[in-house]
Every structure is written in C-alpha cells, then in structure tokens.
C-alpha cells in the first residue's frame, strides 16, 4: 500500500495513456479533461473514468470527483451550455428547484461515472465577486442556506452520488480569494454566523472540505491545516474531513512536506492537489517520507469512504444522457 493513496489528484489529458505520476486513492475532473465535443466527449469521459477503476480500482475503489455546482462553476458547460448558480436556482425556485438541479446534476455525473461532487457551497453570500464566490452562496442567511443547499445535497445523493460541504468553517464575509493569498475572519460572531450551516447538516459519514482560512485560534495557521478547525474543532463537528486544493495560494505558506504532514495530522483523509503535475509528484514524494503511524490511518479512513461509493456503469448510455442534456437545457431556460 503506497501512501500516494491519501492523494485525490487531478490529472491531465482525456485518456489514460495521458496520465502519468503516481497512482492515487482519488481523482478529480476538471474541464481540461473534456472533449468539447459533445457527440463524442461524453463517452470519451467515461471511458477515461471506466479505465482509471480498471487499472487503479484494482484493490479499492478510486473516488472520481468533480465540481458542479452550475453557474460558474460548471466543469460540464461544454456540453450542457450555461446553468443557473445556487443562488439563482434558490431565488427563482426555492427549494423544490434547489434539489431537482441537485438531483440532476447526480443524474449526469452518474452516467459519465463520477462518484462525488464538492458541491454545494455552504459559505454564506456577502455580496462580493472578487473572493471567487459571490452566487455559488444561496443567502446571507444561515437558515436559507440551509434550506437551499441541504435541497440541493438531498437531491444529489438520491442518485448515489455523494456530496460534500463547503469551505468549513465559512468564507462568508471575507476580502481575499483564497485562491491567491489566504484569507481571515478576527469577528467571533461572523464565524459562529458562518459555522451554522454545517452545524445543521453534517454527519460522521458527511464529506466536509476546510477552507484555506485564518482565524483567531489558528495559530497563524489556514484553517485547512489547524487540528483545532479539523478533527478537534470545538464546535464538536464530526466529518469525513478533506482540505481545499493544497495548490490554493491561501495554503503555499510552507513547503509540501510541512504542509502534507500538517493536513494528515490536522485529521483529513485525503489530499486534494489538482492544478499542476509538479505539485502532484511533490505532494506524493512528501506522502511517501510520512511516518506509517500518520499515514496507514489516512488511507483506512480514505478507503472506508472508496468502498461506500457507487460503482460506476458498465456502458455508456448514449440514449439516456441524451435525454438528460436535453432535461438540463430545458430547467436552465426556465431558471436563467
């Protein structure tokens, strides 16, 4: 057993004789792996994803990931067009529109074999664009977020495709991307406003991505990489735990080898590192020094969630994702 397992990495190219660097417990999709085409790239997809479990499924399954909220953040839009945000689907239907584009979107990924989706956003609106959220957050309010997003993840999980929550303990409120630097929240009461949403709905067995998010109590840290925002986090959250993109500029305060230990020991099962191969093959080699008293925890924790994961179709079904395109287009028109 490799400690490359605790990676959930992007990959590059749209077939697997492009794939190089080490072999991981995840993978996660991004535009870059679609054929825009879209009468060919659908199966093109899925074949890549078909070929990733048969060559690294072997033993365990991989958690292929994407994504897709809509909005502008859709890594689908080059073959479903344009589809609304969160907060567009919430203000214009509510709940009820909230879990059908939820349940949608599981509906797609389960055809082209993708078994999680980071999505939805939990982080409360505050308004601005320029920290890279804006209207992939339902409302300013706790309860409305709630309501908007637990729809969403309702109907996502209906089709058996798992959801995640995001960016605990909450952006909302914040001035800075964490994209490119690392953002921080001094008010106790913005982050206990924040922290409401996941308080409601999460769970042991609930997928919870941290934030690259300095507080008070972070000792200078992200939150990402801080036990006391993770596996001890005071407010008694209990989660399957994964950081965002440990690429983010909010988390490049320390070399890969700090900064993989410190998200092991913080209590994530898995390590998200998507935008570069360099960063992958780093982040690997910094997996591999870990000592196996960190390390084989991690992946028997990343293991439990691949092993609850639904196995993806045996053939594309180009008929019924067909239908779904057009079921898709259909609900944008009347949401846009």
Known sequence: ???????WRGIWGLDISDISGPRSGGVVIFARNLDADPETGPERLFNLNHEIQRNWGTD??????IDQEGGKVSRLRAWTGETPSLRQIWLNGGAEACERWGRLWGEGLCHLGISVNFAPVFDLF???????????????????????AGAFLSGLESTGVRGCLKHFPGLGGTNVDSHKAMPSIDDPFVIAKNVETFLRLSNPDRLI???HLQTPESDGLPASLHRGHVLENRWGIKARWIPDDMEMGGCQASDWQERVKLAIEAGHIALLVCQSQEAVQRAAGAAEALEDSLAQPAIEAFRSLRKTLKPMPNAFDRASWEAWVCEV????EKTL
Do not use: K
């Open 1 to 7: 057993m490799s400690n490359s397992e605790l990676l």
């Open 60 to 65: 365990c399954p991989v958690a292929i990931a």
């Open 126 to 148: 505050d308004g601005r664009e320029d920290t890279g959220l804006g209207n992939r957050c339902a409302s300013e309010d706790p309860e409305e977020v709630c309501a908007a």
């Open 209 to 211: 991505m941290a934030a």
């Open 329 to 332: 287009r259909l609900q944008a």
